[in-house]
Structures are given as C-alpha cells and as structure tokens.
C-alpha cells in the first residue's frame, strides 16, 4: 500500500468516528439520565399490587363513611304523620278530661293534670266501648269520647290488648287492695278473675256500682279509705 492509500485510509476511519459521535451526542434526545418525556410518573396507584396504599384510594377511603352516612339517611323510613305518637299537651288532657267528665267517669281533674284517677277514667272508658286499654289521653281516643256511638256497643268484641302503662294502673289497684285486705291476687298488673273479684267485693263495701273494672271512680275511693288518704305507688 502506497503513502497515499494509507493517508486516505485514515481519513476515512476519522469521518466514520466523527460522524459516530455527532449521532451520538447531537441526534438522540437524551443520553439516558435526562427526563422522559414518553414515561409519565404514574405515582403508587399505578403499581401493581398496591391498591390500599394509592393516592386514589385513600380519597375514596376517606369519602366512604360519610357515604354511607348519606346512605343511610336516605334509607331511615319516617314515620309517617297518621301513626306519629299523638301530643300529650295540657290542652289535649283537659279535652279529654271534659269528655269524660261529661259522660260520668270521674276523672279527678279537668286542669290538664294526667293523674292515676284520669288513666284510670280513661280505662273504664276503653273497657266500656271494646277498645284497648291504654291509659293515654289521645286524639283518637277524643274522637272515641266526642263520637255518637254508644257507650257498650262494642264491648265484648274480640280479645283486647293491655299497654305498659295501663299494666301501671292495674297494679296500682291491685296493690290497694291487697293493703285493705281484698285479696286481688298478685300485683301483676294482669286484669284476671281474682282482681275483678276484688273489685267487686270493694265496689259492694262502699255501696259503689259493681262493675268488676278500674275506673277513676273506684281510683278515687280507694285513696279515700286507705290508711294514708292515697293509693299504693307503683
């Protein structure tokens, strides 16, 4: 190979180095340090496996309880107005108590005062017409005390249910007159045949109606001869 050939030789090999080096250092968009631009950081809730420590989990986490709060505000039934508890106000009582009064059954007061005589009217009240008994002066019960149906008329129909608070009341009377020596049985609050009894037996010593049933009538007596001018306590 002549001197020339080989000058040429290595100027070849330069221009292929150079032109290595310019696509190298000038063409590629970056030497791989640099940021890329095509790789977004998908953060923790972009990886595999990890779905309870994720940035988009936790906001759900943390809006969850007061969506199942709203959740179940929006399933909580109301009670609708036709079977809300009715108001027991002092003018509500009184209404009842002048009811009562107008038809005889003794309800101690009419000053919108709920006492044991007035529960007790009210029972003899519901005993008479067939209802319920349950010592609570309501509006449907006013509308029982203002109808024109008679008194009686549905008496002896069906199998009638005795509330907590009538079983009170019952009690109550019971516990009277087992003090005076009646023997109604025991203070069980459960209108049997021995209370009745015993009710009667009183009824007949005080030259009272024998009706065998509580009433603010008979209430009132029994606070009159006992010992102390009332009746037992619940």
Same mark, same amino acid.
């Given at each position: 190979?002549?001197?020339?050939?080989?000058?040429?030789? #290595?100027?070849?090999?330069?221009?292929?180095?150079?032109?290595?080096?310019?696509?190298?250092?000038?063409?590629?968009?970056?030497? %791989?340090?640099?940021?890329?631009?095509?790789?977004?950081?998908?953060?923790?809730? %972009?990886?595999?496996?990890?779905?309870?420590?994720?940035?988009?989990?936790?906001? $759900?986490?943390?809006?969850?309880?007061?969506?199942?709060?709203?959740?179940?505000?929006?399933?909580?039934?109301?009670?609708?107005?036709?079977?809300?508890?009715?108001?027991? &106000?002092?003018?509500? #009582?009184?209404?009842?108590?002048?009811?009562?009064?107008?038809?005889?059954? #003794?309800?101690?007061?009419?000053? &919108?005062?709920?006492?044991?005589?007035?529960?007790?009217?009210?029972?003899?009240?519901?005993?008479?017409?067939?209802?319920?008994?349950?010592?609570?002066?309501?509006?449907?019960?006013?509308? !029982?005390?203002?109808?024109?149906?008679?008194?009686?008329?549905?008496?002896?129909?069906?199998?009638?249910?005795?509330?907590? !608070?009538?079983?009170?009341?019952?009690?109550?009377?019971?516990?009277?007159?087992?003090?005076?020596?009646?023997?109604?049985?025991?203070?069980?609050?459960?209108?049997?045949?021995? $209370?009745?009894?015993?009710?009667?037996?009183?009824?007949?010593?005080?030259?009272?109606?024998?009706?065998?049933?509580?009433?603010?009538?008979?209430?009132?007596?029994?606070?009159? #001869?006992?010992?102390?001018?009332?009746?037992?306590?619940?």
């Amino acid at each position: 190979m002549t001197a020339r050939q080989i000058r040429l030789a #290595v100027m070849a090999s330069g221009l292929i180095t150079v032109s290595l080096l310019a696509n190298l250092l000038l063409l590629q968009p970056g030497d %791989g340090r640099g940021a890329r631009p095509d790789r977004h950081y998908r953060g923790l809730s %972009g990886l595999p496996g990890t779905p309870s420590t994720s940035l988009g989990n936790t906001a $759900t986490a943390d809006e969850a309880p007061g969506s199942q709060r709203q959740q179940a505000a929006r399933t909580t039934p109301e009670i609708p107005p036709s079977v809300a508890p009715a108001a027991e &106000g002092p003018a509500l #009582v009184t209404s009842v108590q002048n009811e009562l009064n107008k038809r005889g059954y #003794v309800p101690g007061n009419t000053n &919108g005062t709920l006492d044991m005589v007035t529960r007790a009217a009210i029972m003899a009240f519901e005993h008479d017409r067939g209802l319920d008994l349950t010592a609570e002066p309501t509006a449907e019960l006013l509308a !029982e005390l203002r109808s024109d149906v008679p008194v009686g008329t549905n008496a002896g129909n069906g199998q009638r249910k005795t509330s907590t !608070e009538a079983e009170g009341v019952i009690r109550v009377v019971q516990q009277s007159l087992a003090r005076l020596n009646y023997r109604p049985g025991t203070a069980d609050g459960i209108m049997g045949q021995a $209370t009745a009894a015993a009710i009667r037996a009183f009824e007949r010593d005080q030259r009272m109606p024998e009706t065998g049933r509580v009433s603010g009538l008979l209430m009132t007596r029994l606070a009159q #001869v006992g010992a102390d001018g009332r009746v037992a306590q619940r």
